[in-house]
């Protein structure tokens, strides 16, 4: 009896030492609670071989490649070697083959809708300018009347289109031919313009920009809108001008004329110089805010509301509402920086009392694209562009150096994140990610498991045998 008392006695201590085992186990996988792996249907996908680090010790930018079974690979595009029969808009072949060729594969196929924002619509913007500014050297007139801004737009969204863009450009990025067009601005003659502006003061400020300090101490910016406002005031009065040039509806005569600017500007500077600027120009408008649609966030509220919400329930609500905004479209790292603010204040608003971020260890990159499974992609905040090598296929450039902690908002009113510091004119960098992030906790958590398993595997074989 001693002999079969000791075997059950040995039984039951290995069955508690299997449950030990197991308990730890489901404890350690609870309080690491690791982002599920997301995966969408459409979206950008890179080889494994391929993959970048997404590491926050100063990687170098790079390349995310798009295979061609992506469901974002233009469809059959004729392709940027394709050269158009004539001139665009009755104007010389070669003037704007190089900024025609950048739009078209900035804005190729099914990509488009995913950068717009960001790469795409400046782009087709900036070459719109440049193609007025152009004319108007046969033409005598920054603006093309209704007629020839209906053909010369058309003519545009014809070559970009047989280029291998997206053929829904107009409305992708609001551009109509009345764009072309003098609008409501009182002055359009290049001789009458020259004879109000100072040309020497315009060309000064935006020969040559710095496209940081542009964005927090504007030089080019106020110098196209001080040229905008006089051209404006040539048919308003200075009583209307009293308070300001936006006030009784005369904003849309300075926008209007501010485009007028621009035309001015790309004739002076060449279609080459005036795309650089211009790209840089629309980048500082492009990361003041966040362009993400935001859904109501009632179920994360109610998940996460309280003091001290449950870290399980809470942040699967939380990741499965940021898996909806993976799916809209590539951003900035500054845009990211707004977004997460502009999301953070509206959780608080509804009554969220605690940094979810950091209880979720969110990153930045968790609210772009996503470009290989879980790995978001944030472009830089300079402009950038896509890439058609024939050696390399179509690719684009991340920001490798975003992995970055999400900041939480320090009140509800704080709807954008301020990156111009009042004594600097420069950017200042980012905030900075601890040591201890998501990755290194997984890490951490692993070399637990491993050690934990490998002691009571250790003594269940000493025990039960």
């Known amino acids: 009896m001693a002999f079969f008392e000791v075997v059950n006695m040995r039984i039951r201590f290995c069955w508690f030492l299997i449950s030990l085992l197991n308990s730890l186990l489901l404890w350690v996988s609870a309080v690491t609670l690791p982002r599920p792996s997301v995966v969408f249907a459409g979206m950008p996908y890179v080889s494994p071989a391929a993959s970048p680090s997404f590491e926050p010790s100063g990687a170098p930018d790079s390349l995310i490649p ?20 004539a001139g665009l808009c009755g104007l010389e072949p070669t003037v704007l083959d190089g900024v025609v060729q950048k739009t078209a594969v900035d804005c190729m196929g099914p990509l488009a809708k995913f ?121 308003i009065t200075s009583l209307a001008f009293k308070n300001g040039p936006a006030g009784n509806g005369n904003q849309q005569v300075v926008n209007d004329c501010e485009a007028l600017v621009f035309s001015w500007l790309a004739r002076q500077l060449g279609p080459e110089s005036a795309n650089s600027v211009f790209r840089n120009l629309y980048s500082c408008k492009v990361n003041k805010g966040c362009p993400l649609v935001f859904k109501d966030p009632s179920s994360v509220v109610s998940s996460c509301g309280g003091s001290s919400p449950s870290n399980i329930t809470c942040c699967m609500s939380l990741y499965n509402y940021i898996s909806g905004l993976q799916k809209q479209m590539l951003i900035t790292n500054v845009q990211a920086l707004n977004c997460v603010t502009l999301f953070g204040s509206m959780l608080i608003k509804k009554g969220v009392q605690t940094d979810l971020y950091g209880l979720c260890q969110v990153d930045l990159k968790d609210f772009s694209l996503q470009v290989h499974g879980e790995q978001g992609c944030l472009l830089r905040a300079i402009p950038s562009d896509v890439v058609d090598d024939s050696a390399t296929g179509i690719s684009f450039t991340c920001d490798l150096n975003d992995n970055i902690a999400a900041p939480w908002p320090s009140s509800s009113s704080q709807s954008a994140f301020s990156l111009c510091a009042s004594s600097d004119s420069t950017l200042p960098a980012l905030p900075a990610t601890p040591t201890s992030g998501l990755e290194g906790m997984r890490y951490a958590v692993a070399w637990k498991i491993n050690i934990m398993t490998s002691i009571t595997v250790f003594l269940l074989l000493v025990v039960c045998t």
């Open 66 to 85: 798009l295979l061609p079974s992506s469901p974002l690979y233009p469809v059959d595009p004729r392709g940027p070697s394709v050269q158009p029969m």
């Open 115 to 235: 950068v717009g924002d960001v790469i795409c619509c400046p782009q087709f913007g900036s070459m719109i300018r440049i193609v007025q500014g152009e004319l108007s050297s046969s033409t005598g007139s920054l603006a093309l009347n209704d007629s020839a801004a209906q053909m010369c737009f058309g003519e545009a969204m014809d070559f970009l289109t047989d280029l291998g863009a997206n053929d829904t450009l107009s409305n992708l990025c609001s551009f109509k031919s009345e764009n072309l067009t003098k609008g409501s601005c009182p002055v359009s003659s290049v001789t009458e313009f020259e004879q109000i502006i100072s040309k020497s003061n315009l060309l000064e400020a935006c020969t040559s920009i710095d496209p940081l300090k542009e964005c927090c101490k504007p030089v080019c910016n106020q110098a196209i809108s001080n040229a905008a406002i006089q051209l404006a005031s040539r048919n």
